[in-house]
């Protein structure tokens, strides 16, 4: 059994979720002469890949140290949605049954293509990553919820769609696209489209249900789209953790992970070294010029 990371690289330039505190890091004693290198850290728990627990939004809900690594880890589906949805759209269940099966109690990632966006690709753009991603409508999350889905991964900064969130209100400029977009292709508002009802529902209406999610996933998930694979997340142990940073993989065979391997030799690869595919960020590009043509 061979592992594949599922998780961006993290540093001082990895952007946390808007206004959230980034990672600083300082060293507080050196080799010389202290004889060991010692660095303390201060971040928010929505930095890099990160996973959300119940309470981050459901106050009876468990902790990160509440949940079992039986919860953690389990078969899953990885669908690559980069084909269908650009800037500001909208996603939808029957656009992930399309492309990987999805059974009843997996664990659902998230393919939307916005990792490369993110600050570890030469296409990095941090407004485009945490502003203009794809997000789900509330048929995404009933199906989700019918499904028993254990947790769901997305490769963008949040689950919901960010303009329904509390960025719609930050990014004026942003906002108006979307308010562009929305009404070409829904003929709704976005306040009539993402009404207060409706509001952050990925995290308001599913934590109740048990369904967390983790954010900002990458790695070398371009290797793994529209298959399913056995999935894990590894936070901390964090008692009243509310969300925590962690490392998201998925476990492959012996043979799969040669061939896998042999994929990414042929793939261009990130400077620390992951593999992705240029034709997604063609195909986003492709997409987000129509939305505002």
């Known amino acids: 059994m061979k592992t594949i990371d599922l998780t961006i690289p993290l540093g001082i330039a990895t952007p946390p979720w808007p206004t959230y505190e980034p990672l600083q890091v300082k060293y507080f004693k050196r080799l010389a002469p202290n004889g060991a290198n010692g660095q303390l850290l201060t971040h928010s728990n929505h930095i890099g890949t990160h996973l959300d627990g119940e309470i981050h939004f459901y106050t ?13 880890v389990n078969e899953g589906a990885i669908v690559d949605l980069s ?40 296409t990095a753009d941090e407004i485009r990553y945490m502003v203009k991603h794809p997000g789900p409508d509330r048929e995404f999350v009933k199906w989700a919820i019918s499904k028993k889905l254990r947790w769901i991964g997305v490769d963008c900064g949040s689950a919901d769609h960010p303009m329904n969130t509390i960025i719609r209100d930050w990014m004026p400029r942003q906002t108006k696209e979307a308010e562009y977009v929305f009404q070409k292709k829904f003929g709704k508002t976005l306040e009539e489209f993402y009404s207060d009802d409706k509001y952050q529902m990925m995290h308001i209406e599913m934590f109740p249900d048990g369904i967390i999610h983790a954010e900002c996933l990458g790695g070398d998930i371009d290797l793994l789209l529209n298959q ?60 987000s010029l129509a939305n505002m043509a």
């Open 60 to 72: 009876p809900g468990k902790d990160i140290a509440g949940l079992e690594m039986d919860f953690l």
């Open 83 to 122: 084909d269908v949805t650009g800037d500001y759209d909208v996603y939808t269940s029957e656009m992930v049954e399309e492309r990987v099966d999805v059974k009843e109690g997996d664990i659902l990632i998230i393919h939307t293509g916005y990792h490369h966006f993110g600050w570890d690709h030469n």
């Open 228 to 287: 399913r694979a056995t999935l894990g997340f590894f936070p901390w142990r964090f008692v009243d953790g509310e969300a925590s940073i962690g490392r998201c993989v998925a476990f492959v065979d012996d043979d799969r992970y040669e061939k896998l391997m042999a994929k990414k030799a042929e793939m261009a690869t990130t400077h620390f070294g992951d593999a992705y595919d240029p034709n997604h960020v063609e195909s986003l590009n492709k997409l």
